[in-house]
């Protein structure tokens, strides 16, 4: 009820709303018993938009991730097992996240990978440079979820049989909009800890190719700025 108090009315206008319950004295009494209202409304308003504030995250975190991806040219079935041809690859992720106090924030990651075997039509590695948007919410039980955007994924592929190639997400439905990082906070939200789940996506290349992939990612993520 404070809270709902806090959002719409002013201070003194809650302590107005106490003092109509306190019982009726003197001017000198209902005086003090004005200023003490006022005082205790601002002091609960204050303490919750603190409350509020201590669970939002504002700032630049350094990445570091690691995890394997299954990819296919032509799909999977309903059951996340990949249509063949299939390989596997493993993943490395490094970069910057800067989380903003409205909830959303941008990445900036570059990415190792290697495409393990057997493969077609070979194994090889490769490196690619990531920018994409996010949002995020902090529970009030220390777990979190960064909801990646994936229509706003950008990849530029350096090395490997790729460099020089572009990718993006493709989000027509039936496919997800998003990759969702759940994990947890420390008290001082100087490090986050989050993994994605195995959500079905798909990759566009700038040459025109497609192919479908299914990730599972872990990430530890650590303060940078002060």
Not at 47 to 72: D, Q, T
Not at 166 to 172: H, L, Y
Not at 185 to 210: A, I, V, W
Request: aromatic residues 6%; negative net charge; proline residues 6%.
């Amino acid at each position: 009820v404070i809270g709902v108090e806090c959002a719409q009315r002013s201070p003194a206008d809650s302590a107005q709303n106490v003092l109509g319950l306190l019982e009726r004295g003197t001017t000198m009494g209902r005086n003090i018993r004005s200023l003490t209202a006022a005082a205790v409304v601002t002091a609960l308003c204050a303490g919750s938009v603190g409350a509020a504030e201590s669970r939002a995250l504002e700032g630049r975190y350094g990445l570091m991730g690691s995890g394997a991806c299954l990819v296919s040219p032509v799909g999977f079935y309903p059951n996340n097992v990949a249509t063949e041809p299939s390989s596997a690859t493993s993943v490395v992720n490094r970069g910057v996240l800067i989380f903003q106090h409205d909830g959303t924030g941008s990445a900036s990651v570059v990415q190792t990978q290697l495409n393990l075997p057997p493969a077609a039509p070979a194994t090889f590695s490769s490196s690619a440079e990531i920018t994409f948007e996010f949002t995020h919410h902090l529970g009030p039980d220390g777990s979190m979820t960064v909801d990646m955007l994936l229509d706003t994924y950008a990849a530029t592929y350096l090395t490997g049989p790729t460099a020089g190639l572009r990718a993006t997400f493709v989000t027509d439905p039936p496919l997800s909009p998003t990759w969702v990082w759940s994990g947890t906070f420390s008290q001082d939200h100087k490090t986050l800890l989050l993994n994605n789940g195995d959500t079905p996506s798909k990759l566009r290349f700038s040459n025109g190719s497609e192919v479908s992939v299914i990730c599972q990612l872990e990430r530890v993520l650590t303060r940078l700025t002060p």
